[in-house]
């Protein structure tokens, strides 16, 4: 096992199944992923929090998350819908729903009840004391959810490659297929740089859109 | 002028809390609700904003009956304050006293010019304007909680124990701040406490609610003490109501003795203490009351309250046993 297959220039220049292509297509992923299973988590996750009502379903959203698993929902969907992004994308929104619902629900239930009492009482619509003052004060752990839901779909992100699909999962599966272990390490290593970079890019976001006071 | 017309909230389960109140709080004055905990002060102010809707009754201000208003805009036009401040975390202290006026339309320009003056009218240096609410301590956020509820200056305003959760010399502090503000701004308040203490010491008017959202009695705070309706207010505005009440005579017309021998005085002719060595313990001018002359002279070493002018010159003493004559002659006058 060696570092070769990572450092070969010719693995690096724009041509199909290079290194940069196979990133931009994992990202692609990615960030579908986290933003359908944002519009669809984060509003019921809000809702759930804000009125209390069905809260088992949030507690336990993060628990049936993490125990099903992605390659086994991803054949299934492909058995019922065939090959394509859409089975693939369905299988990594599954993954990033729960830590995103919990997350918003957590943040919902946080906010000191006395500060929206009287964001209320000095005048505030529902939907100004929602967008200026609960939804400000539940970023910090609204936040934290979705970072580690994009932990999460960067890194099983690679099962697309299991069914025909890009990524960076193809080093991996294409190394294994021919044993080029140079390759497999590759793909690990990329996926975990990657992981790592995405992290950092949220953190300074979150410093940058969750207000001083907050901290 | 708020009105509450027959006023009854039954909560989901049966309890109630305000039962058949009616009542006037009068225009730029303030009228304290007071009562022991749960006996409906917090449910029956919050209803005014319609934070909490009656079960039946009208509750009015300035004859406009509230429940035909809009909600939001009607708590935009009444200051609300609560225990804790409740201020927004995540925004400037500055920001936070801007809120109002940036709903109402304002600027944010404007908005915060308002709320820079406001903070200052609180007595908060500049400093603090630009700091979080987590910076500030618990004195700090409630006065930059006034100044926010100030900011559109609302002719009504609403405090709901703003001052219990400081310490008592924090509060006292705040007490003074608050009658200096309140002898400018002329607001119609209503204020919840629990404190019979501070709902004397800031009250025009004092309602006192006894279990179950009744109303005890309302009055003056000199009413209530000297004339509490039943066992119930007495008991509740203390044994000691008797001196207490002597908050709201004057010493103006307090007979004083010329000045003893042994009282010394320094080159200004003010006192100084005693020839024995001890101090004078405090003065009193005829503006302060009666109260306060009480306890000079009990407190002082030799039992005689000192009376200084405007200058600070000694110009008469009390003996005590003059203080429990002219007492007893008060007494009789009532
Ligand atoms: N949201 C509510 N639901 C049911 N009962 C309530 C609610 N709020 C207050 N109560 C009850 O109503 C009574 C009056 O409460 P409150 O007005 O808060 O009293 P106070 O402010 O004088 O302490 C209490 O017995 C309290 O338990
Ligand atoms: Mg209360």
Redesign the interface.
Known sequence: MNLNYLFDPAHWNLEDGSIPLLILSHLWYVVLALIIGTIIALPIGLYIGHTGRGSFLAINAGNAGRSLPTLGLLMLMVTLLGLGLTPVLIALTVLVIPPILTSAYAGMRSLDPRVVDAARGMGMRPWQVLTKVELPMALPVLISGFRSAALQVVATATVAAAVGLNGLGRLLIDGLAVNDYSRVLAGAIVVAVLAVLLDLVLALAQRWIVSPGLR | MITFDDVVKVYPGGSTAVDHLSLELPTGKTTVFVGPSGCGKTTSLRMI?R?IQPTSGRILIDGKDVAGQD???????IG?V???????????VLDNVA??PM?LGKSRREARAVAAELLERVGLATEFASR???QLSGGQQQRV?VA??LAADPPVM?MDEPFSAVDPVVREGLHREFLRLQKDLGKTIAMVTHDIDEAIKLGDVVVIFRQGGHLAQVGTPQELLEHPADEFVAEFVGRDRGVRSLSFDSAADLPVRPLPADLVLDDAGRPAGWSTGESTGGTFTVADSLRLVTDLAISSPVGIAVRVDDHGKADGVVPHHDLVDHLAARRGRK
């Open positions: 904003n934070m909600e939001a805009e009607l708590r935009r036009g609300y609560i225990q804790h401040a409740g201020l927004f975390p995540h925004r400037t809120t109002v709903l979080y609410p987590a909680g926010r509820a609403l």
